[in-house]
């Protein structure tokens, strides 16, 4: 088993630090805020001070952390990962950033010595908690075998998909095609419910045919009590698809639909909806339509 340092202890980061213990490794973990630090040290994990304490003789650094500016300064900064990390080290990034700041990590990791795969994951907060996450990786293929024992630990389906950034490519795919099938979600909730349908039982229906999905089987009830309890919040959402905008803009290919749900997204933030589930994107439905509950 291995010596992990984990930074980052927050809803999702904090589960998966405790699989971690669970599996056998010797996990410390470092967050800025207290709660994430008792979740591990009650899950068997030891608490640091400081990223630099945490990451002082760790075989592997696991970072899960929520923007680009957060992973920056993990990595970059004087008491961060790459000033004190020793050569060899496997660092693994489960944050949700822009390709451009995974390879920038990518190659500052390798010229300090340092192994770095990106590994943004799909699946949430339950995914996490009960260690079902889709792990996207991009990174060397050594190093992805090397990380397969973390990977076992909270995942179920992981993948390497390709160079350094290439998961964070992957990732803003799935973030479209989540974000995206919300809105259709919502949009058919309105239509059943204007038409006088049983929208539940039709619901149910759907979600046993070609138009099943993830999202149909684990929302589509609490998107009709209109409970929006975070799994993912509407504001992380918002950042992802400002990532897949942008990646679609380097890669140098058009998405309107992509365009189109970001807005959906960003009027969902805007009209302070921000700190509830992604779901939520329903409340914008119905506004457009007239029909808010």
């Known amino acids: ?70 992973v920056e300064s993990v990595y970059f900064g004087d008491g961060g ?51 079902v996450l889709s792990i996207m990786v991009g990174g060397a293929e050594e190093d992805f075998e090397a990380a397969r024992p973390v990977f076992e630990a909270v995942g179920k389906t992981f993948e390497r998909v390709g160079g350094s950034g290439a998961g964070q490519y992957v990732k803003a795919a799935n973030q479209l095609i989540v974000g995206g099938t919300y809105a259709l979600a919502a949009e ?14 039709g619901l149910d229906v759907i979600a046993g045919g070609l138009a099943a999905s993830r999202i149909l089987d684990i929302k589509r009830d609490t998107m009709l009590r209109r409970e929006f309890q975070p799994g993912f919040r509407i504001d992380l959402h918002h950042k992802d698809m400002g990532i897949a905008t942008a990646a679609a803009r380097s890669a140098d290919v058009s998405l309107p639909m992509t365009a ?32 808010s509950s």
């Open 260 to 291: 189109q749900v970001a807005q959906l997204i960003a009027a969902a933030r805007a009209k302070g909806y921000g700190s509830l589930d992604h779901s939520a994107l329903l409340k914008v439905v119905e506004d457009l339509s007239g029909r």
């Open 81 to 131: 990962v790459l000033a004190n990390a020793k050569p060899g080290t496997l660092c693994i990034d489960f944050s949700t950033v822009r390709p451009e700041t995974s390879i920038r990590v990518a190659e500052a990791g390798r010229e300090r010595g340092l192994r770095v795969l990106d590994a943004p994951v799909s699946g949430g907060e339950k995914g996490a908690v009960d260690a």
């Open 188 to 201: 058919a909730i309105v239509l059943m419910e204007a038409a006088g349908v049983d929208a539940k039982a």
């Open 1 to 70: 088993m291995s010596r992990i340092a984990f930074i980052g202890l927050g809803i999702m980061g904090a589960p998966m630090a405790g699989h971690l213990v669970r599996a056998g490794h010797e996990v410390t973990g470092y967050d800025v805020v207290p709660k994430g630090l008792d979740a591990l040290v009650a899950a068997g994990g030891t608490a640091a001070d400081s990223t630099a304490e945490a990451v002082s003789g760790a075989e592997i650094v696991v970072t899960m952390l929520p923007q680009d500016e957060h």
